[in-house]
């Protein structure tokens, strides 16, 4: 279904001229159509609406109203570039809606280390990683498939994880995110002929954002959802939550303005130093599926599982700054060789 309607919004947008101009940030060199995204959001909200209302009663109102003002101004902003300030102003809006009904995160377990209770500063902690997580989703969004891939990750995740924890609302919806992005993939991929925009995107980031809150909803005070969900949900998305809050630190200890356009991402580094966007998204793809592997095999069982998913992590995070480095590396040569 997102595969024909995006087909259809891909012709519509032509006939148009709903363009996205390359520019010095964009990693493309032809004007491409965007906003496809806009098709995953109306599947997607369709149906959660269908499901949790008629099928599970678990419809929760502020994450529909939240999710389409989040779509709302982000496609007035791929149409007419709507300022920071408003934008930011909305996602707020929008993470406090969700707060206001579903809670706040109280408590994350971390492998090794145990419990750790957020206390009154749960409720700050949540804010920021639903703005966080609305923004570094699309600020990921920089090249042919990449978010699109890691929307079907973790749609994937979460659906073979709310199947394991008997979350069925959770494992639904992951499963509708996971599809209807696959469908807008390959459209999508390398070379792409349709962009996400920020519709699709920061709409993207925002679900992956409230979906533990909504599943702690659904099965209700249980030490699993306090404790486990936190962590599940960071982690399914881990590469993008890697890559935007590195940049972001080095910029800042760079004296660089963080709400510049930029391409610093360690995924644009990679770009501009001859790597494929199919490779790079097929590189953050495996990552992510070895993720969600390990994290549904330690939710089974913990022992030796705990250690091989704090083994995977620190190996992919690793992987990527050596990365950097060694691309650092290569241009100092390549100055010193100059001079």
Same mark, same amino acid.
């Given at each position: 279904?997102t595969y ?15 363009l996205?101009?390359p520019?010095?940030?964009? @990693?493309h060199?032809?004007?491409?159509? *965007? ?8 599947i997607?909200?369709?149906?959660y ?12 109102w ?24 408003? *934008?930011f ?6 993470a406090?809606?969700?707060? @206001? ?14 419990k750790f ?14 703005v ?14 990449i978010?699109?891939m ?7 995740g979460?659906?073979a ?10 494992s ?21 002929k349709?962009f996400?925009?920020?519709?699709? @995107?920061?709409?993207?980031?925002? @679900?992956f ?24 949900t960071?982690?399914?998305v ?12 080095? *910029?800042?200890? *760079? ?10 991402h ?8 001859g790597?494929s966007?199919?490779?790079i998204t097929?590189?953050?793809g ?22 091989v ?7 992919q995070?690793?992987s ?20």
């Amino acid at each position: 279904m997102t595969y024909i309607g995006v087909e259809i919004f891909y012709r519509w947008s032509l006939q148009r001229k709903l363009l996205d101009i390359p520019n010095e940030r964009s @990693s493309h060199t032809i004007p491409t159509v *965007r906003g496809g995204g806009l098709i995953i959001v109306l599947i997607c909200l369709t149906a959660y609406t269908l499901y949790t209302f008629f099928v599970t009663d678990n419809f929760q109102w502020s994450y529909l109203i939240g999710a389409s003002l989040i779509a709302l101004v982000s496609w007035l902003d791929d149409l007419y570039s709507i300022s920071f300030g408003w *934008r930011f102003l909305v996602h707020a809006l929008s993470a406090s809606i969700i707060i @206001s009904t579903l809670g706040h995160f109280q408590a994350i377990y971390i492998p090794f280390f145990g419990k750790f209770n957020f206390g009154a500063a749960g409720t700050v902690l949540t804010f920021l990683w639903i703005v966080w997580m609305t923004n570094a989703y699309n600020f990921m969004d920089g090249i042919d498939g990449i978010a699109g891939m890691q929307a079907v990750t973790a749609g994937i995740g979460w659906l073979a994880i709310g199947s394991l924890l008997g979350i069925s609302s959770t494992s639904f919806y992951g499963g509708v995110i996971a599809f209807s992005s696959l469908g807008f993939l390959i459209h999508n991929w390398q070379p792409a002929k349709i962009f996400m925009g920020d519709v699709g @995107s920061a709409f993207l980031g925002f @679900s992956f954002a409230v979906l533990p809150l909504l599943s702690i909803q659904e099965w209700g005070e249980n030490i699993i959802n306090q404790l486990y969900l936190p962590l599940i949900t960071v982690l399914l998305v881990w590469l993008f939550v890697f890559d935007t809050i590195f940049t972001f630190m080095r *910029r800042i200890f *760079r004296g660089k303005k963080v709400w510049e356009a930029h391409r610093g991402h360690i995924y644009q580094r990679l770009v501009i130093e001859g790597f494929s966007h199919r490779a790079i998204t097929i590189l953050y793809g495996l990552f992510s599926v070895l993720i969600a592997l390990t994290i549904g095999l330690w939710l089974i069982n913990k022992g030796v599982w705990e250690i091989v998913l704090i083994f995977m992590i620190s190996f992919q995070t690793l992987s990527l700054l050596f990365c950097l480095q060694f691309i650092q590396k290569g241009k100092h040569k390549l100055n010193q060789n100059d001079m």
